[in-house]
């Protein structure tokens, strides 16, 4: 009976250890970067396939910390490379019709990046963009050395002005910024200071053998005598018995009083005076410096945004072997991205069993910056946004969010706080100019179009990159002007996590069981039938179908 008994207990164990072998799942793992970058949604032009697929992966793989929690799906049919040739200025005008007819349709059209790269051979528009560069250079130049002299004057009269505070502050005197007024309290006062004030900064300019301090060798405590004294003690005699020293101290004491009382009845309403004239002078100097900065913002701006294809590590490769930029031939490449999104609601959404989730939506309970959001795409360290931004906190997130949600005048809004899944298109247009010896030119544009179904929260983190390229350029105007110091590194904030269930999960764990003990997120979990048929199909008819149709139709492609 025992055998029969460590048999079965053998036979239970090598069943425990078969069935954790076969469904042990690879663990997911991720490589360093922001995870919603760009350089994640890249596709392969002939499958169709993302070339990193670490982004789709966490949409459908049962062990990916995203399945519930987001979105991010790429369907393999909805990616298309259109190529367009035609005399100057065809690529441009089909590119301008797109972006107004996408706002037709009522999306939300930005442009995500750009960079432009002139041969020297092409002379006209070298020398054009070369020599608009240079201009808004010398401009910039010469507007930063004007504001870092008026940053300088603003500092050392900020110093001035500091100080002159302190000395009202000895006199016990208060100024009011608002209603410019002087109030003074004879409590506050601070006689002693004064006239510690006075000894070393007016007394010892009196010159040698005369001031105090240079002569405080032959009488020790003179210094300590003159802070002892009052106003009233004008009397040699009387003030050597008071303190107990000679005659020839008391007189010097008396002396250097009378030129002390002079003093204050001379200097306290001139500190006020230059105290006031101070103040007026710093708020000019910092008039000046804003208004420096702000002339100088769209210039410095104008000048980053002529960004060169050559001045960029990843598209220097492109040039060395592209076919259509040999050095010997006047060209000129641009390139183009823009972003599009726009809500994807399908009526099913609002059926049977989902009629919670449709309350929810409508009242706004599902957030699209909740807790597993917070934690996993934005503030993670390694592939959340902060890995890019490091400057990102909560509150420029938050107030990001409500700007987002909310519409401006003339302006929709850019998400849709009832919406769960959003259409995004990312468009690239890489134009080519080329102009030949005999003087004929040519244009020719590819526009590349990918569209990707993501998820509310998805789209919110992808939005705040492009909020955070914005904020870029401040910082770097900010930075070249010198002046509006900004943290560094954000903070992340605290997170909130549900532990209760863990335990139940540790055990389920160790039989390689994947148990789910409640709803994981909002979003569609069943990846492989429904998003793929359902979801990824409607988007192609009714979102990536009629953008390319539009584009074919304005190349005139198939007539």
Request: aromatic share 12%.
């Amino acid at each position: 009976m025992v055998s029969v008994l460590l048999l079965l207990a053998v036979a239970a164990v090598m069943l425990i250890i078969f069935i954790r072998v076969m469904r042990q799942k690879p663990k997911f793992e991720i490589a360093p970067g922001f995870i919603l970058d760009d350089s994640r949604f890249v596709r392969n032009r002939m499958l169709g396939t993302v070339l990193d697929d670490t982004l789709e992966a966490w949409s459908y793989k049962q062990n990916s910390p995203l399945a519930g929690h987001s979105i991010v799906s790429f369907p393999r049919e909805q990616t298309i490379s259109l190529n367009f040739t035609s005399p100057p200025g065809g690529s441009s005008s089909l590119y301008y019709s797109l972006c107004f007819q996408l706002r037709k349709w009522e999306y939300q059209v930005h442009r995500a990046d750009e960079w432009i790269e002139v041969s020297p051979v092409h002379q006209a528009y070298y020398q054009l963009t070369q020599k608009q560069k240079e201009e808004l250079e010398n401009k910039i130049k010469s507007g930063l050395d004007s504001a870092a002299r008026t940053i300088a004057d603003m500092e050392l009269l900020k110093h001035d002005e500091r100080k002159y505070r302190e000395f009202l502050a000895y006199f016990g005197i208060e100024y009011d910024n608002n209603s410019k007024q002087f109030t003074e309290d004879p409590k506050k006062r601070d006689e002693h200071s004064i006239k510690a004030m006075f000894i070393d900064q007016v007394d010892v300019h009196s010159g040698e053998g005369i001031s105090m301090r240079s002569i405080v060798s032959r009488w020790p405590t003179l210094i300590t005598d003159f802070l002892k004294i009052s106003d009233d003690d004008t009397d040699p005699d009387k003030l050597k018995d008071k303190l107990d020293v000679s005659k020839a101290e008391a007189v010097v004491l008396v002396t250097k009083n009378k030129v002390y009382k002079q003093w204050k009845k001379l200097f306290e309403p001139q500190l006020k005076e230059r105290y006031q004239r101070i103040t007026e002078l710093v708020k000019s100097r910092e008039t000046s410096v804003t208004a420096y900065r702000e002339w100088l913002r769209p210039f410095i701006a104008r000048h980053k945004l002529i960004e060169e294809a050559l001045a960029r590590p990843d598209e220097i490769r492109g040039f060395k072997t592209s076919f259509a930029t040999p050095l010997g031939s006047a060209t000129s490449v641009s390139k183009t991205v823009l972003w599009a999104w726009r809500e994807l609601t399908l009526p099913e959404i609002f059926k049977g069993g989902t009629e919670r989730l449709a309350r929810e939506l409508d009242e706004g309970k599902i957030n699209v910056y909740d807790e597993w959001t917070k934690k996993t795409l934005i503030f993670n360290k390694e592939h959340g946004l902060i890995a890019k931004y490091p400057w990102v906190t909560d509150k420029w997130v938050e107030a990001q969010k409500t700007d987002m949600l909310n519409a401006k005048s003339g302006t929709p809004s850019w998400l849709i706080k009832h919406k769960l899944y959003y259409s995004f298109f990312n468009i690239t247009l890489t134009k080519t100019n080329i102009k030949s010896p005999t003087g004929a030119e040519m244009e020719d544009g590819v526009f590349e179009i990918s569209a990707v179904l993501m998820s509310a929260n998805a789209l919110f983190v992808k939005l705040l990159e492009l909020r955070a390229k914005q904020e870029d350029m401040n910082r770097y105007i900010d930075s070249l002007m010198g002046i509006g110091p900004k943290a560094i590194e954000g903070k992340i904030p605290e997170y909130k996590e549900r532990r209760y269930l863990q335990p139940l999960k540790n055990f389920a764990g160790f039989f390689g069981l994947n148990m789910q003990f409640i709803k994981r997120g909002p979003y569609e979990r069943d990846y492989k039938d429904r998003m793929t048929k359902y979801w990824s199909g409607a988007m192609g008819g009714l979102r990536y179908k009629p953008v390319v149709e539009f584009i074919k139709r304005k190349m005139s492609m198939g007539e």
